[in-house]
């Protein structure tokens, strides 16, 4: 039997990386694709809770929703799938790369991890093009991480992720067959100016752009940043619920020290 995938993304329902991974993941698997109608980028885990999600159909088995990404991943879930059994969640894919700190403003990664609050198996997936550019994305960038989210399906992934996990997965922006190999990574830490920009409008009344340039990441072995630099598929398994026994020990010896 095939399995049941549910897609999502922030980029919007019509944009080229969620239609080129609902096409190639379609030839594998029944597919069903909910995606914000509109760009959504960076929202991060925003739930829309004072005013009603508009759905709609735009063909077969292809909805958008005027919410947010996990929004999105709720209304396949607890709506549109809500009477059949989910087998994997992949949201993607994002036109630019999700490293380091970046996940925690990702609505491509808050999708992913909605999902996984409920129990489904989930994947974020990130093609590392220059979110930036005003340059058309090329497709076959889309179609190397396309693929490559085929071969973990057929590999059957959904059953080798952990409950209260999810894997954020970065793809370089490389043609499939340059890539130079697959590895488990730790999330690295991105550098940004950060800078706010200060303007006028044609009424004299000023008003603010947050911006900030790249500057480069943390050189750190091992690191999701680091990998991708090197033209290899970055894999993180991002669990949602761990705690190290060092870590409980310090706060334990903190807040013993206030009693």
């Known amino acids: 039997m095939p399995l049941n995938i549910l897609i999502s993304n922030d980029d919007g329902v019509y944009a080229p990386g969620i239609n080129i991974l609902f096409e190639v993941l379609s030839e594998v698997a029944n597919v069903v694709m909910v995606a914000p109608l509109e760009e959504r980028s960076t929202t991060g ?26 929004d999105c991943a709720l209304m396949g879930i607890g709506s549109i799938l809500k009477d059949t059994k989910i087998d994997l969640f992949v949201s993607g894919i994002n036109r630019g790369a999700n490293l380091g700190q970046d996940i925690y403003y990702s609505g491509t990664v ?86 706010i920009e200060k303007r006028s409008d ?4 000023e008003y603010y752009w947050i911006g900030g340039k790249y500057e480069g990441h943390n050189e750190q072995p091992g ?14 398994a991002l669990n949602l619920l761990e705690k190290t026994a060092d870590e409980s020990k310090k706060w334990n010896e903190f807040l013993g020290v206030m009693a």
């Open 45 to 70: 885990h925003t739930l829309t809770l004072d005013h009603p999600l508009r759905l709609v159909e735009i063909k077969d088995k292809v909805y958008g929703c005027s919410g947010y990404p996990a």
């Open 202 to 205: 044609f009424r004299s009344r």
């Open 223 to 236: 690191s999701d940043c680091s990998v991708v630099d090197a033209e290899k598929i970055s894999v993180s």
């Open 110 to 195: 808050a999708a992913a991890r909605e999902a996984t609050f409920h129990g489904v198996p989930s994947i974020a997936v990130s093609s590392a093009m220059d979110f930036m550019s005003n340059h058309k994305p090329k497709d076959e960038y889309f179609y190397t991480a396309a693929k490559f989210i085929k071969k973990l399906v057929l590999a059957d992934v959904h059953k080798h992720i952990t409950p209260m996990t999810l894997l954020n997965v970065n793809v370089p922006d490389v043609l499939e067959n340059e890539i130079k190999g697959v590895e488990v990574t730790n999330l690295g830490f991105r550098k940004y100016s950060e800078s």
